[in-house]
């Protein structure tokens, strides 16, 4: 599991998280989460299983007195007592414990995948947390470009290259922007209490998301991995391994049983007689045998396994077909947001130059705030969409990096 934690924060040396850095907050959450308590506790269950199977069945005592005392030639007999163990056929009690061992690192898969699922989880969160914070700060850039073109209006207004309606406009447009960022917060508010919650942790504590992500020029090297070897896959052969164990015990419990055991007799003495055997107590010791002659349940249970095995063969190629789409999906995405990010730097650079323009018009006395208003909306929608192309980016890779094995 840290082999893939490293792995999957491999795209993260491109820059340096200086607030809370993703790895140690994914630790946190497979300390802290409750779902992966839980799935550590069903695998210690499945583990321990193993010594519940490596025992005999009970050993049988019984006692009885005769209510009418049998007379023999050596004396009446008084009670009986009984003591008989049955043994499983050579092999059975390895083959119990080689299936519950089977179903414990089936269980185990179980643990792998949930501590993968929640590592993607708390990584989607945190992008997300880092793209709204992204476009909080965007929006303060531009409430305060905003506020600094109503200060050249006004004064363009004193001198009458301007009127108050174009004031007015870049007051609306501010309001508008302070309303976002409003929107923003709930977002974040919301956003950072399911955080908190896969950290099992005070859904108010603060996460300082880093906000200096940017796309890389070139995607992360990573060894090319099997597919086969992801644990949603390989859970899938401990089931049908497990299977296999199972029709191993199945056919060793369809041998006999083997019993052992001891029968003791107290006889009392016949008075008024002597010879060598008066009185002499039997102990009879004794072998049993138990065959299973209707060995239909055993048949049915074979033809189950069997059929069970090619379910699980069903499952692993179905889920295989569902993991390589997901994965071919994940990185055309990612390709895709790395285009629209390009592109967006791009339009960005434009942008900034026009507005570079419009105040070199302003100091000739020719500006027009439409063109203001214009420009910095677009800015603004080129900002977005650069934020909301790294956000996609880091998302993808992060599903990119759960299906990598």
């Given at each position: ?42 695998y210690n269950i499945a583990s321990e299983k193993i010594n519940e199977v490596n025992t005999l069945p009970n050993t049988e005592i019984s006692a009885g007195f005769f209510a009418s005392e049998p007379e023999t030639r ?121 955080f908190n919650n896969l950290l099992n942790r005070d859904e108010n504590t603060q996460v300082d998301a880093y906000d200096g992500f940017t796309v890389p020029e070139v995607d992360p090297v990573f060894v090319e991995d ?180």
């Amino acid at each position: 599991m840290k082999k893939y934690v490293q792995l999957f924060l491999g795209i993260m040396s491109i820059a340096s998280v200086n607030a809370q850095e993703l790895e140690s907050l994914i630790e946190q959450a497979e300390l802290n989460n409750p779902e992966i308590q839980a799935y550590e506790l069903r695998y210690n269950i499945a583990s321990e299983k193993i010594n519940e199977v490596n025992t005999l069945p009970n050993t049988e005592i019984s006692a009885g007195f005769f209510a009418s005392e049998p007379e023999t030639r050596t004396g009446a007999q008084k009670a009986r007592f009984s003591a008989k163990q049955m043994i499983p056929w050579f092999g059975t009690i390895t083959a119990r414990e080689n299936y519950a061992n089977s179903m414990a690192d089936a269980q185990y898969e179980d643990l792998v995948i949930a501590k993968r699922k929640l590592t993607l989880a708390v990584s989607q969160s945190y992008y997300r947390l880092y793209a709204i914070r992204a476009k909080q700060k965007v929006l303060d850039e531009n409430i305060e470009l905003l506020e600094t073109y109503e200060r050249l209006a006004l004064t363009s207004v004193e001198v009458g290259n301007a009127s108050a309606v174009d004031v007015l406009r870049l007051q609306i447009r501010q309001n508008e922007l302070e309303q976002s960022k409003e929107v923003l917060n709930e977002e974040y508010e919301a956003e950072q209490t399911l955080f908190n919650n896969l950290l099992n942790r005070d859904e108010n504590t603060q996460v300082d998301a880093y906000d200096g992500f940017t796309v890389p020029e070139v995607d992360p090297v990573f060894v090319e991995d099997d597919l086969q070897l992801h644990p949603e896959l390989v859970k899938y052969d401990k089931l049908y391994e497990s299977v296999e164990k199972s029709e191993l015990l199945n056919q060793k419990e369809a041998l006999p049983n083997l019993g052992f055991g001891l029968d003791y007799i107290p006889v009392a003495e016949r008075p008024a007689m002597d010879f060598s055997d008066n009185g002499k107590d039997i102990i009879m010791p004794m072998v049993s045998l138990s065959i299973p002659i209707l060995n239909n349940k055993y048949k049915s249970i074979s033809k189950q396994n069997e059929l069970r095995q090619q379910e699980i063969t069903a499952q692993k190629a179905d889920r295989t077909n569902k993991l390589e789409t997901l994965l071919s999906e994940a990185i055309n995405q990612r390709d895709a947001f790395r285009i629209r990010f390009n592109v967006q730097q791009r339009n960005i650079g434009k942008a900034n130059d026009a507005e570079e323009i419009l105040i070199k018009s302003y100091e000739t006395g020719t500006i027009d705030f439409n063109d203001v208003l214009d420009v910095q909306e677009l800015q603004l929608k080129f900002q977005i969409n650069r934020i909301e192309s790294i956000k996609g980016y880091y998302v993808q890779s992060a599903i990119i990096n759960y299906l990598r094995s």
